[in-house]
């Protein structure tokens, strides 16, 4: 039991809260990390169908995780990473079943009836769409 930790980041002052969180857990299970970022800004939506280059947006993203992955390793742990394109809780699904973890683990903003209509919720959709436990925490 959580040998394989899916954390989705956001490239946000929130990745910091859950990696904290999540580190004595991880070390103490000998878990594998892979950390997930998706980008969803328009070229990142379009860009398989367009064939487009890479944004620097999406530059940017692929550097943040090689960042954070190369803390995770100097620390010891086993990490890979993922950046996926698109709506962010489809492809935090698609890459769950994918990678065949056993646990989810992620921040959310705590938002609230009005703001999950307006804005959707990556977190909502994520943990009623999954057979594989969430762990939610959320970010003051």
């Known amino acids: 039991m959580y040998q394989h930790i899916l954390i989705p980041l956001e490239n946000s002052r929130y990745d910091k809260i859950i990696l904290d969180h999540i580190r004595p857990l991880a070390r103490m299970r000998g878990a594998r990390l892979?950390?997930?970022?998706?980008?969803?800004?328009?070229?990142?939506?379009?860009?398989?169908?367009?064939?487009?280059?890479?944004?620097?947006?999406?530059?940017?993203?692929?550097?943040?995780?090689?960042?954070?992955a190369g803390q995770l390793r100097d620390e010891g742990f086993e990490v890979d990473t993922v950046l996926a394109m698109g709506d962010p809780a489809d492809e935090i699904l698609r890459v769950i079943e994918e990678t065949d973890c056993d646990l989810v683990a992620m921040s959310t903003h705590g938002h609230r009836f009005i703001s999950d209509l307006l804005y959707g919720s990556t977190a909502h959709k994520v943990r009623h769409s999954t057979t594989v436990p969430v762990l939610l925490?959320?970010?003051?």
Do not use: C, F, M
């Open 137 to 140: 925490l959320r970010a003051p």
């Open 34 to 68: 892979t950390l997930i970022h998706v980008a969803d800004g328009w070229v990142a939506r379009h860009y398989e169908q367009l064939k487009l280059r890479e944004s620097e947006e999406i530059r940017q993203d692929r550097a943040y995780l090689a960042q954070v």
